[in-house]
Structures are given as structure tokens and as C-alpha cells.
């Protein structure tokens, strides 16, 4: 059948054909090492692809912190892991300035944060100064130490974890920071066969290794075609009529949702949608975006940027049970 | 001896005017008792009651009474003070009681001052009653009494009677105090609100009969939808399709396509198709058990690929795709009852409409 697929879709739809072979490459090699949480890992490539950081909540043992070692393992890259503690201190992320007696001058001491991969291990239990350090160097990619600014190595992605329970002696993220997280995912507990998969692998007594597959360079040729993929413009108005049924549900005839929100979505949100849409649409191997990918991903992108009020708070409602009724009822073009 | 003999009649006195003292308490406490049920009535000092001891004259007790001046008798009103003056002359060995009224009528006391001097042997007690009458006419002034005791048996001195003119206060052309006018009767007006009542639930019963009527009237006059199957195919007949191939709206024609054929699913099924992806319809699509499924899909994956990535596909498709979808909705559209009765509906699984 002769049909006509517009030369530049075509020629970017080719290449991510091309491309995309590395993604199958690192899921398949963190699943050696990763039972399930296929959400997890797919989820973690969006946000490679998208260049977008990710946080992720899930309560203690559902392998957060096993799939991010993983994933990096998987890329030759530098990896860098902070477990944050209430005693860390801005200068134990950015790094500080020592003085060389030798020479008698100061030397720039880098911290853990000058890598390609960091992982920041429950960054909820760090006080907020700190929290500030690391999201400056997220949004900023730079850091300043002293007087001299460093930019930071491209991939950079900062892969944070936080525990829903045990909130006492915490600090929480607030909203404003929480908004330069590309994707906020919510690990769940693997099914059954999944954990019995998962108890026999770990019967054997030694864990398996994921091994470096991908080079950081794939990455980034990776990203640059993304950025080319397509994206219809209905999609777009798609995009948009989601975000601002969460600012305006009423005009989007969503009045039962009106009294349940204090405030909707910000425009990274439209922004980081689309991105992370075309990063979704590489991941299957398309040179075009579909609603399927915008719908999947909506939840991820706009769960920690929507406010609840109170009532929707007193009748016990999650920020996801807002975005699925915005999503369900938003006419898909 | 002498001293101690003294000391002994002392005491006898002593007991004797407690004695005295008590008793004379009792009777007045009665004749008060008295006093107030019978001052309301003025009770003529004739009808006293009789008294528990022999009034006598020239004794060693003498009570005398006098209107102090500043009051003539003939000047007083109802309810207007004056004041009696009562002097009791006594014999120092010689206790008395407090000078009580036989009957105190149309009287009150008000008021009530003693002072007492002494003349030699004699005691002067001086009384004086601050008064007030409240009836009209020539009333006398109760006679008062000071009783004592002298050998067990008690004995009372008494003043004369001294009359006195009260005076009415009303004006000359008034006989007397209108009485408070009688009640007014508050009229019943439970019947009437109850009449009312009745009458504007009936105008509202009316009223309301009235609208659901004119209601139910016009909800008749709207035509009800056409069948999902029906209105899917008016439409599709209705898609200019030349008109809009031509004019290479391509993407409009296959928007419009997908949307006939989503809400030809949202009613024949009852999913919501209109929000739907390709991918939900396509699980909504299995969990209702339509047959065509597959042919659905590869439609909407088609029209998907025209809307999202900018496909043309051949004019020929183009031009089939509006039939592709007839078909479709005429493959799932449920047949007429055969003559065995039962329903036969195209090739779905599924009967009746959702």
C-alpha cells in the first residue's frame, strides 16, 4: 500500500528505529538484575531521554534505590550516590574550598553532585538548606564554589527517592521544588509471581550484575532526536486542555473538581508533558507523539503539581485520584 | 440583811415584768394578728374583740393620746401622715407593755419613736405613731392600751377615742376610680390561616399540575435520538468527503471519521470511546465482546497515524475509509427480531444497546 508518511517524520520515525535499540538493551540488562517494576525502569529512561530529573516514592525494600544503581550501572557513566541525613551539609553535595599549606592557596575540593547519574537517597530527611544546594544544581546545572562556577558533565540526572511513611523528622519537599522534578514516580509492591522470581534469584546467593551497555553518548544523540519527534499541534491543545482543567476545572466542566483543588498544574508541566511524551514515543520507537503517551505519562508529570484543598484532603483524596478523574474526562482528540 | 432583802425584790420584780413582758408580747402578736386581717375591712373599734384584761382608770398607769399639731383632723386626705403622740405615765416599780391599739381599723403605723424621761419616782414614756388612714369619712382614731400586771391578774389603761375627718382625694366631680377595663377577647384566627392554608396549597397543587403538564408536553415534542447505529450513518452519509479530500483537509476528514465512529461506541456499548485512546478502546472493545474488534482497531490505528504523524494515505483509501466505517457500524448493528422471535444482532456478541 502506497502512503505518503511527511519526509521529516519519516526520517526522524527511521532513526529513532535506529536509535532506540539501546533502550531495549539497558531494560533488558536491568532486568537481570531487576525483578518487575517495569513502570519503574521505563519511567527512569523517560526521564534519561527527556533530560528530566525523577523522583521517586515508594515505601522501604521496593528496590528504588536497586533500579537507579542499576540503570546507572547499565550506562558507562559516573555515578554518584548521597544518602541525605539531617546532619548533611550543602558543602557535602557541591563540594568546598580547602586550603593547600603547601601552597598556600585554596583548592576546589568537587562533591559527589559532579557525576552523570546522582542518586539522593530519601532527600526528604535532609534539612531544606540542603535540599536547596542540590535543586539549585538540578535547575541551574552548574554549581558555584567560592568564586568559581563549575558546569556540570552532560547527562546529568539527579534520581531522588523519598519514603511515604516514617515522615517524622523529615523535611518535606516543598511545592516550588518539587516542580523541577521532571517526573514524580509512586513505586508499588511487586505481585506475586514477580516477588517469587525475585526470591529465587535471590536463593542463589550471588546477586547479579548489570554490566555497562550503554555509552553517555547514545544518550545524548538519543535526546537531540527526541527533541525531533513530532508532536501535532491537536496533541499540544490536548496537553494543554489537561493542564488547565486542573486550573480551571470548571470551565473545563469538571465542577465536582473545583472545590478539591487549591492550585492546578504550573506551565512546566505543559512543557515537561511534552517532553517527556516525545521521550515515551522514542522509548516505542516512533517518530510521532500519540495520545496514548501524553495519557500514560500525565499522571507522572502532574501528581506533585497540583495542590489539593482541604476537602479534598478531609475526604481523603490523593493528588492521583484528581489527575485520573482531569485525565478520564478530557476529551481525547 | 437589808441588802440581800432588796436584792430579793429586785429579782422578784424582775421575774414579774419578764413575766409580763412575754404575755403582753403574746397578746400583741394576736391583736396585730388581728389587726392585719381587719384593716382592709375598717372594722369599727366597737366590734373588738374582747380584750384579756380589765381596763381601769386612775391606776398607777395612765396612757394619753393627742394629735400632734401641724395636722388639723379636719385637714387630712386618704393616705395622708399625721402623727399621734401617746404618753404613758407609770410608777417606776411598775412595767408596762407597749401601747397597742384595740383595733387598728383603717389605720396603719408607719412609723413608731419612744423616748422616755423620768419625773421622780414617776417614768413618762412618750410614743409617738406616725399614722396614715385609708378610708374616707369621720373615722375615730383606735384607742390605745399599756397593760401591766398587779397580783396575777393584768390590768390596761386606754386612751379616748379622738375622731377624725379623711378627706377623699378625687376631684369633686369624680365618684370613684374606674375600675382597669376588662379583658379583650383575642380573636381566633386558626380557621381562617387554616382556610388560607388549604386554599394556597390548592393554587400551588394547581399551579404545579399546570407546569408539569406544559412539561411533560414539550419533553414529548423532542424527538428522541436516533438509534446510535442511525445517527452513525446519517452522519457518515452527511461527510462531504470529495469536498473535503479535495480540498486536502485530509486530517479533518479522518477527525471527523474517528469521531462519528467513537460515539457510535459510546452509545452502542456504553464506554466512553469520545475519551478514550486507541489503545483503551481497544481493551474496551475485548471487555464488551465486540466481534469486529480487530477491524475497529486497525481503523483507529490508520486514522491515528493520519491525525498524529501527517500521513496521506492513497486517494483510494482516502476515498474507502468513510465505506470502511458504514461497514463497520452496519456489521454491529443489531438486526431485526427473526420469526423465531429472537434478536439477531449483526456478528457482536453483545446484545442490546448500552
Known amino acids: ?333 | 440583811m437589808r441588802e440581800r432583802g432588796r436584792g430579793s425584790k429586785d429579782s422578784r420584780v424582775r421575774v414579774r415584768t419578764q413575766a409580763a413582758v412575754v404575755l403582753l408580747l403574746l397578746v400583741s402578736i394576736a391583736i396585730l394578728g388581728q389587726t392585719d386581717s381587719t384593716a382592709a375591712d375598717s372594722v369599727p373599734a366597737d366590734s373588738a374583740p374582747a380584750l384579756p384584761f380589765t381596763v381601769v382608770e386612775g391606776g398607777p398607769v395612765s396612757i394619753e393620746a393627742k394629735l400632734l399639731p401641724g395636722r388639723e383632723a379636719k385637714e387630712l386626705t386618704v393616705g395622708d401622715r399625721f402623727k399621734l403622740e401617746l404618753e404613758v405615765r407609770r410608777h417606776r416599780d411598775v412595767s408596762v407593755s407597749e401601747p397597742m391599739p384595740e383595733s387598728i381599723g383603717a389605720f396603719v403605723v408607719l412609723d413608731h419613736d419612744s423616748k422616755t424621761r423620768y419625773e421622780g419616782d414617776t417614768i413618762v414614756d412618750v410614743h409617738t405613731l406616725e399614722m396614715a388612714a385609708f378610708a374616707t369619712g369621720e373615722l375615730e382614731l383606735p384607742r390605745f392600751l399599756v397593760a401591766w400586771q398587779e397580783d396575777e391578774e393584768m390590768l390596761a389603761a386606754r386612751t379616748d377615742s379622738i375622731g377624725v375627718k379623711i378627706a377623699t382625694t378625687l376631684p369633686e366631680d369624680m365618684e370613684d376610680i374606674h375600675d382597669i377595663k376588662p379583658q379583650i377577647p383575642f380573636p381566633n384566627l386558626l380557621p381562617l390561616w387554616i382556610a388560607l392554608g388549604v386554599v394556597g396549597a390548592g393554587g400551588l397543587g394547581l399551579l404545579g399540575w399546570r407546569l408539569f403538564r406544559r412539561w411533560r408536553a414539550r419533553r414529548l415534542e423532542v424527538a428522541p435520538l436516533p438509534e446510535p447505529w442511525e445517527e452513525a450513518l446519517t452522519a457518515l452519509e452527511a461527510l462531504n468527503v470529495k469536498d473535503l479530500l479535495s480540498a486536502g483537509l485530509i486530517k479533518r476528514y479522518y477527525y471527523a471519521l474517528s469521531e462519528i465512529l467513537k460515539r457510535y461506541l459510546t452509545r452502542r456499548y456504553g464506554f466512553p470511546a469520545i475519551d478514550q485512546t486507541t489503545s483503551e478502546m481497544v481493551l474496551a472493545l475485548k471487555r464488551v465482546k465486540v466481534a469486529e474488534r480487530e477491524d475497529f482497531v486497525s481503523f483507529f490505528r490508520r486514522a491515528d497515524l493520519v491525525k498524529y504523524a501527517k500521513l496521506v494515505p492513497p486517494y483510494a483509501e482516502m476515498e474507502m475509509a468513510v465505506s470502511a466505517a458504514r461497514d463497520l457500524v452496519e456489521r454491529t448493528t443489531p438486526r431485526e427480531e427473526g420469526p423465531s422471535g429472537q434478536g439477531v444482532e449483526g456478528s457482536s456478541e453483545r446484545k442490546g444497546d448500552a
Request: with cysteine; charged share 30%.
Open chain 1, 1 to 333: 500500500m502506497e502512503e505518503i508518511l511527511r519526509d521529516d517524520i519519516k526520517r526522524v520515525h527511521e532513526e529513532i528505529e535506529r536509535e532506540s535499540i539501546f533502550t531495549q538493551t539497558i531494560s533488558s540488562e536491568v532486568g537481570k538484575v531487576i525483578v518487575g517494576q517495569k513502570y519503574l525502569v521505563e519511567r527512569l529512561l523517560v526521564g534519561l531521554l527527556a533530560n528530566g530529573h525523577v523522583l521517586i516514592e515508594g515505601v522501604p525494600g521496593l528496590a528504588k534505590t536497586y533500579a537507579v544503581k542499576t540503570l546507572a550501572r547499565a550506562i558507562t557513566t559516573r555515578f554518584q550516590r548521597i544518602q541525605f541525613t539531617p546532619d548533611l551539609l550543602p558543602a557535602d553535595i557541591v563540594g568546598t574550598q580547602i586550603y593547600n599549606q603547601r601552597t598556600g592557596e585554596f583548592t576546589v575540593q568537587k562533591g559527589p553532585v559532579f557525576a552523570n547519574l546522582v542518586l539522593a537517597d530519601e532527600i526528604n530527611r535532609a534539612p531544606p538548606k540542603v535540599q536547596s544546594a542540590l535543586l539549585e544544581a538540578m535547575q541551574e546545572r552548574q554549581v558555584t564554589i567560592g568564586e568559581e562556577t563549575f558546569k556540570l558533565d552532560d547527562p546529568f540526572l539527579v534520581l531522588a527517592t523519598q519514603n511515604p511513611i516514617e515522615q517524622e523528622g523529615t523535611y518535606p519537599l516543598p511545592e516550588a521544588q518539587t516542580d523541577r522534578f521532571l517526573l514524580k514516580l509512586k513505586v508499588s509492591y511487586p505481585n506475586k509471581e514477580e516477588e517469587k522470581q525475585i526470591i529465587e534469584r535471590m536463593a542463589v546467593g550471588k546477586e547479579p550484575q548489570a554490566e555497562p551497555v550503554v555509552q553517555p553518548q547514545a544518550i545524548i544523540k538519543a535526546r537531540e532526536l527526541c527533541s525531533r519527534i513530532y508532536v501535532d499541534d491537536k496533541l499540544k491543545d490536548y496537553i494543554l486542555e489537561i493542564v488547565f482543567a486542573t486550573r480551571f476545572p470548571k470551565e473545563h466542566g469538571l465542577d465536582d473538581i473545583e472545590p478539591l483543588l487549591r492550585y492546578g498544574a504550573s506551565p512546566r508541566a505543559s512543557i515537561y508533558l511534552v517532553t517527556a511524551a516525545r521521550a515515551m514515543a522514542f522509548l516505542r520507537r516512533r517518530g510521532f507523539v500519540i495520545p496514548e503517551d501524553i495519557k500514560e505519562l500525565a499522571p507522572d508529570v502532574l501528581r506533585h503539581r497540583v495542590i489539593l484543598s482541604y476537602e479534598a484532603e478531609a475526604e481523603e483524596l490523593t493528588t492521583d485520584d484528581i489527575v485520573r478523574r482531569v485525565i478520564e474526562r478530557i476529551e481525547v482528540p
